[in-house]
């Protein structure tokens, strides 16, 4: 009877690994690698607009129109569309397993002490850095 249920205990552990931590991770490649494909599909869908540097050739904000053939514009059209419905289900993605997901980084992260980000962060900022001027031209 003990061997009966030390393998149903351990059945049950494995499936709610599987489940409630494997899945996510699945589920975050699986669409890493859709999103991956889509935009070495599209990579060479011509923009609709040039923008126009200044005069120290920073982006201005003023852009030009491009001429694009009907079948190039249909082709923008279809690559925007796939990448929006991409990002969106990236977005639902985050938001549904956010909360999930950092609580089991918690759980693993309570054996290792790491400092907070916003120290690390702070830290990098406020670092002694020698600063040499750039040559002119």
């Given at each position: 009877?003990?061997t009966v249920a030390w393998s149903f205990?351990?059945?049950?552990?494995?499936?709610?690994?599987?489940?409630?931590?494997?899945?996510?991770?699945?589920?975050?490649?699986?669409?890493?690698?859709?999103?991956?494909?889509?935009?070495?599909?599209?990579?060479?869908?011509?923009?609709?607009?040039?923008?126009?540097?200044?005069?120290?050739?920073?982006?201005?904000?003023?852009?030009?129109?491009?001429?694009?053939?009907?079948?190039?514009?249909?082709?923008?059209?279809?690559?925007?569309?796939?990448?929006?419905?991409?990002?969106?289900?990236?977005?639902?993605?985050?938001?549904?397993?956010?909360?999930?997901?950092?609580?089991?980084?918690?759980?693993?992260?309570?054996?290792?002490?790491?400092p907070s980000i916003p120290m690390a962060?702070e830290e990098t900022f406020t670092e002694?850095?020698?600063?040499?001027?750039?040559?002119?031209?």
């Open positions: 009877m003990g205990a351990a059945a049950v552990i494995g499936w709610l690994t599987l489940e409630f931590v494997g899945r996510p991770f699945r589920r975050f490649y699986d669409l890493r690698g859709e999103i991956i494909s889509r935009l070495v599909q599209f990579s060479n869908v011509s923009p609709r607009w040039k923008e126009i540097p200044d005069d120290v050739g920073a982006v201005s904000g003023n852009r030009e129109e491009l001429p694009l053939s009907e079948e190039a514009i249909e082709r923008l059209h279809e690559a925007e569309n796939v990448l929006r419905d991409l990002a969106s289900q990236l977005r639902a993605f985050a938001l549904s397993f956010s909360g999930t997901i950092r609580s089991r980084l918690a759980v693993v992260f309570l054996a290792y002490p790491t962060v002694k850095r020698s600063l040499k001027p750039c040559a002119s031209t």
